[in-house]
């Protein structure tokens, strides 16, 4: 299983690196293009509705957001986002290494430089090319293109450090290449080809060790390889592999010293080739236009992820980025300058406006100064106009109370006579209160007859209403008795529900006696009437018979058992019946529902039954008709 994640994990990380590749390129040859105006830009790869703008920092670091910490992102979007961060980091980005990808040559660079250069604007008005802010080797600067004040000394220290660069060991290894007249095209970023690698066949393919086995392999050898990519077939692993190496000098001088360290062991790209029989050994050299143009999967890999240079061109690249930059701090230098000077103008014109400005201020203190004198003096002359103000007022003030002590005097005369009015004025007021008492009172004892009288009245017309009721039920007891006089006719139409008045009234003789017991009997029977129309009150309770439910009389109602206890168990049963009825024939009106009703039987007439009286009295009826 572990061999099977591995392939699978590094069959993933070549698709990654050869869509990387793929839209890197889309990029380059401006087959897709990053729109924007200014410094501002937008990622050409994400078309939402949003369409947010970025500079070249920002539209880097949304670039790795995307394609290293998102997790919503597709594969896809991922690899379009590497792709893009790749393109900024060679050709639109200060703090990328400046090295483009081409198969074009030196000219065709330069100009993808300039273009890719319009990307940014500096601060200072500047517009370098984006490729050449940070030049290699020597790492020159480690920040963004702008930065602030440049002076002369960080120009010559730049120099020193191009110096020292130059002298370094990875330009000595470049210088001791040249100097062999190699100066054959060789692929870049460094890249060497490792063979021989063991491989065992399983399942029908063949299968060997992961990149990251590889890649410890060499390191712990000596080797410095940054990524060791196995390369894989349609057969499975081909035993071959692609060790790649910084992109820097000292990359090129680790990719030398794997070469030079392979050929002192005999295992180098001649002794591959001569070999018969190749042992266990690893082979290895770097990779150069024979491979890069073979038409095996070393060939195809290194088309897809490298370039063909040569170490004169590279290093004349570098010669004029050097230049470049130079150039560029020369600029910002004297861009510099000329702000430190406008700044200087600046100085001078806000010293002439200060120096005014406090000339404006003393007069304002002297102006002031006179105006405080002169309100000083006024204050001075209204407190002199309001002393003598006071005098003359106090004199006034005086004569003005002897002349009210005078008024007073008056006054107290005066109130004893009004006093003597005053007793006089209370004795009429008491007696206009008691007439006014005795008046409230006369309408209070209307008011009360009135009420009395209302009263009469309301009582008057729920008699009448009564005496109709007990009209009405005479009149349906006589439609009753007519009924029962025929004692053939045991077949009549009974209301069922609706209570008998019969019970009542011996109940009603029985509690009150007098003359008004019929009228007692039918008050309670209509009580009893509502009663059994309101749908709230329903004295049933649901019990289970043999695993049904069956509804029963509940005993335990409160107005069933004070019914029971007022009026007798005759009543109670009266109106028991009535609500069984009720609640069978009609339980959702509660109302009184006619129905055929043998009287003798105490049952419900059959149809047939019903039938059969029916044409008895139509024949009865007939018979009547002939004889008039």
């Keep these: 299983m572990s061999h099977t994640r591995e392939r699978r994990s590094e069959r993933r990380y070549s698709e990654l690196e050869e869509l990387e590749h793929r839209y890197y390129k889309e990029l380059r040859d401006e087959v897709a293009r990053i729109h924007g105006a200014g410094k501002y830009l937008r990622c050409p790869y994400c078309q939402d509705h949003t369409r947010r703008e970025y500079d070249v920092r920002e539209l880097e670091?949304?670039?790795?957001?995307?394609?290293?910490?998102?997790?919503?992102?597709?594969?896809?979007?991922?690899?379009?986002?590497?792709?893009?961060?790749?393109?900024?980091?060679?050709y639109g980005h200060g703090k990328g290494k400046g090295k483009g990808k081409s198969k074009s040559?030196?000219?065709?660079?330069?100009?993808?430089?300039?273009?890719?250069?319009?990307?940014?604007?500096?601060?200072?008005?500047?517009?370098?090319?984006?490729?050449?802010?940070?030049?290699?080797?020597?790492?020159?600067?480690?920040?963004?293109?702008?930065?602030?004040?440049?002076?002369?000394?960080?120009?010559?220290?730049?120099?020193?450090?191009?110096?020292?660069?130059?002298?370094?060991?990875?330009?000595?290894?470049?210088?001791?290449?040249t100097q062999k007249g190699?100066?054959?095209?060789?692929?870049?970023?460094?890249?060497?080809?490792?063979?021989?690698?063991?491989?065992?066949?399983?399942?029908?393919?063949?299968?060997?060790?992961?990149?990251?086995?590889?890649?410890?392999?060499?390191?712990?050898?000596?080797?410095?390889?940054?990524?060791?990519?196995?390369?894989?077939?349609?057969?499975?692993?081909?035993?071959?592999?692609?060790?790649?190496?910084?992109?820097?000098?000292?990359?090129?001088?680790?990719?030398?010293?794997?070469?030079?360290?392979?050929?002192?062991?005999?295992?180098?790209?001649?002794?591959?080739?001569?070999?018969?029989?190749?042992?266990d050994k690893l082979y290895g050299w770097l990779a150069r236009g024979e491979e890069y143009w073979g038409r095996g999967v070393i060939g195809k890999h290194l088309q897809k992820n490298g370039d063909l240079k040569t170490v004169s061109d590279i290093q004349n690249e570098d010669r004029?980025?050097?230049?470049?930059?130079?150039?560029?701090?020369?600029?910002?230098?004297?861009?510099?300058?000329?702000?430190?000077?406008?700044?200087?103008?600046?100085?001078?014109?806000?010293?002439?406006?200060?120096?005014?400005?406090?000339v404006q201020k003393e007069e304002m203190i002297q102006s002031y100064n006179e105006e405080m004198k002169k309100m000083q003096d006024n204050a001075s002359k209204k407190l002199r106009q309001i002393s003598e103000e006071h005098k003359r007022s106090k004199s006034e003030l005086e004569a003005q109370r002897e002349a009210l002590k005078l008024r007073e005097k008056d006054l107290r005369q005066r109130q004893a006579l009004n006093e003597s009015d005053f007793l006089q004025n209370e004795m009429a007021i008491?007696?206009?209160?008691?007439?006014?008492?005795?008046?409230?009172?006369?309408?209070?004892?209307?008011?009360?007859?009135?009420?009395?009288?209302?009263?009469?009245?309301?009582?008057?017309?729920?008699?009448?209403?009564?005496?109709?009721?007990?009209e009405l039920q005479i009149q349906r007891m006589k439609g009753a008795i007519e009924c029962l006089k025929d004692s053939r006719a045991n077949i009549c139409v009974k209301r069922?529900?609706?209570?008998?008045?019969?019970?009542?009234?011996?109940?009603?003789?029985?509690?009150?006696?007098?003359?008004?017991?019929?009228?007692?009997?039918?008050?309670?029977?209509s009580l009893w009437e509502d009663y059994l129309r309101d749908p709230s009150w329903h004295p049933y309770k649901v019990v289970m018979d043999g695993g049904t439910p069956k509804e029963i009389l509940d005993e335990n109602d409160e107005k069933l058992k004070e019914l029971k206890t007022e009026l007798g168990d005759e009543v109670y049963e009266t109106v028991t019946t009535a609500l069984h009825e009720m609640n069978e024939y009609n339980p959702s009106g509660r109302y009184p529902v006619p129905e055929l009703w043998n009287s003798n039987e105490k049952r419900k007439v059959s149809l047939k039954e019903g039938i059969e009286h029916l044409l008895k009295q139509w024949k009865i009826h007939k018979a009547k008709r002939r004889r008039n």
């Design 182 to 279: 190699d100066d054959e095209p060789i692929v870049w970023p460094w890249m060497a080809i490792v063979a021989n690698l063991p491989v065992e066949k399983k399942n029908g393919k063949y299968a060997g060790e992961s990149g990251r086995k590889l890649r410890e392999e060499l390191v712990s050898q000596g080797h410095n390889p940054i990524k060791v990519h196995p390369l894989w077939d349609f057969q499975g692993h081909s035993g071959f592999a692609i060790a790649e190496f910084n992109k820097d000098w000292e990359g090129f001088k680790d990719a030398m010293a794997f070469e030079k360290a392979f050929e002192m062991d005999h295992h180098g790209k001649r002794d591959w080739y001569a070999k018969g029989h190749k042992g």
């Design 320 to 358: 004029r980025k050097d230049k470049s930059l130079m150039c560029n701090l020369t600029n910002e230098l004297e861009s510099k300058k000329k702000k430190c000077e406008e700044i200087k103008k600046s100085i001078s014109k806000t010293e002439i406006f200060m120096g005014n400005i406090m």
């Design 430 to 470: 008491l007696q206009q209160k008691k007439a006014d008492q005795q008046m409230l009172n006369l309408v209070e004892e209307q008011e009360r007859q009135k009420q009395i009288l209302h009263k009469k009245i309301i009582d008057l017309e729920a008699k009448l209403d009564q005496k109709q009721a007990l």
């Design 105 to 177: 040559s030196l000219s065709n660079k330069r100009e993808i430089a300039s273009e890719s250069g319009e990307l940014a604007t500096m601060k200072g008005g500047v517009v370098p090319e984006m490729d050449e802010l940070c030049i290699e080797p020597g790492e020159i600067i480690t920040k963004s293109a702008d930065i602030g004040m440049v002076g002369e000394d960080s120009v010559k220290s730049h120099g020193r450090i191009f110096k020292q660069d130059l002298q370094s060991p990875s330009h000595a290894a470049m210088r001791q290449s």
């Design 61 to 90: 670091r949304h670039a790795s957001r995307i394609a290293r910490e998102s997790k919503s992102a597709s594969f896809k979007d991922k690899a379009r986002h590497l792709g893009l961060l790749k393109y900024l980091d060679w």
């Design 496 to 525: 069922m529900g609706e209570l008998d008045g019969k019970p009542f009234v011996k109940a009603a003789n029985m509690k009150y006696g007098g003359e008004d017991v019929t009228v007692k009997a039918m008050q309670l029977c």
